[in-house]
């Protein structure tokens, strides 16, 4: 993988978020605007993650997939 977690909490937060596909917020007609991330980071704390560094953790996660929906819209000629 491109982009791997390289520390636990950051193992813990992409687990999260992929286990998690009803915190996606997609637009009307279906692109993806981003993550629900006060929803997963609550999840997150249920789990005995830290709150605070998946605050930070989930909004890099959500920039790197609005990045690869991008990139591939235009690989699409979108």
Do not use: F
């Not at 937060?13 to 991330?37: D, F, K, N, T, Y």
Request: proline share 5%.
């Amino acid at each position: 993988m491109e982009n791997a977690p390289e520390t636990i909490d950051g193992a813990a937060a992409w687990e999260l978020v992929i286990s998690s596909p009803g915190q996606v917020r997609v637009a009307g007609m279906g692109g993806i605007i981003g993550l629900e991330v006060g929803a997963l980071v609550d999840l997150s704390v249920h789990q005995g993650n830290d709150p605070a560094i998946m605050s930070r953790l989930i909004p890099s996660i959500e920039r790197g997939l609005l990045m690869a929906v991008s990139d591939k819209g235009s690989d699409d000629g979108i």
